[in-house]
């Protein structure tokens, strides 16, 4: 197959650069990943995915484009202890207080720690002959040509502290929403991007209990989508066999504690009991862990960013494609991330 360059540079290896990875390996010789974090060598949390520890999904599309991507892939989170499951007969969604009658679908989503759907992402990635993952590598900055028109490549600090001039043909930036490409393009004479920024307050806790097969009538997630007057939310997954996975939380600093009794309490205010028959009952197997996203940004840029790297958008907006205060078509859109007003 004709390719349109020879070598690819992606930034950041989460799940949003490691798909770009794969996509660029079909049309470029050699594609290289540069990851700030150092990898881990088994399904664990890292440092640079701060949400890695709360609770995750593929609804179907998104399972469908990686099993695609590659092949087997489904069955290898299956056996690392996930669980494949029709998100319409096996969830139970709740929006503005009401609940989504189940039906049986072939809508097929997977549920698993975040952690082994990106470790299985990564593993696969690695494994093409044309594609390598640099580890402990922050990128300094792009390199530009003579005329600042057109992207060479990119300056990397390696482990070793040494700087290296890596050049490409292409480079996308994926490293989130602590992307720099803001202040790399500002450096080459252009307009720093515009920026709106939404005021969102969103904070949500998250703990690990012990499931049983007969908890949630057998059902394997509850979704409870924000909606006033409160805007509280909560979901509860399937992480393994034995195993629940808790998040809840509200909007505008209204934060679930990390108490057990008010943890509880929280849980109980939800339009359905089914969470906090859960978390009152069942046996906690972890800590609480909090995530707090003060505030929404999205950037217009020419230059197109990859995944969160255009903005800072809290996961659960990007997930279900909701907007503060919109309702984008509930947390069942198949929209991964809605475009903002004027298509920006």
Known sequence: MKHLGQHAIVIGASMGGLLAARALSEAYAVVTVLERDALPRSDIPRKGVPQGRHAHGLLARGRTVIENFFPGWTDAVVACGGVRGDIAGDVKWIGHGVT????????????????????????????????????????????????KSTIKGVRARISTGVEHVIAADLVVDASGRGSSSPAWLESFGFA??????????????????????????????????????????????????????????????????????????????????????????????????????????????????????????CPVQLQSGLRPGHDGGGAGSRTAARMPRGGR
């Open 100 to 147: 989504i009658e189940s039906t049986p679908s072939d809508l097929v989503g997977l549920l698993a720690s975040r952690p082994v759907l990106e470790g299985n992402v990564r593993r696969r990635l690695m494994a093409l002959p044309n594609v390598r993952v640099i580890e402990n590598c922050a990128v300094q900055e792009l390199i530009a040509d003579d005329g």
């Open 192 to 313: 720093k991007p515009e920026e709106e920024r939404i005021e969102i307050g969103v904070g949500y806790t998250t703990r690990v209990y012990r499931r049983r097969p007969a908890d949630l009538g057998g059902k394997l997630a509850v979704v409870i989508a924000g909606s006033g007057p409160n805007w509280r939310n909560g979901t509860i997954l399937y992480q393994t066999e034995d195993r629940w996975i808790v998040s809840i939380g509200g909007y505008f600093g209204d934060h679930a504690p990390d108490d057990d009794q008010m943890f509880a309490a929280y849980a109980g205010s939800l339009p359905t009991s089914d969470i906090y028959d859960i978390v009152a009952h069942a046996e906690p197997l972890s800590e609480f862990v909090r995530y707090r996203y003060p505030a929404a940004a999205l950037r217009a840029a020419g230059a197109i960013p990859w995944g969160i790297s255009g903005g800072r958008r």
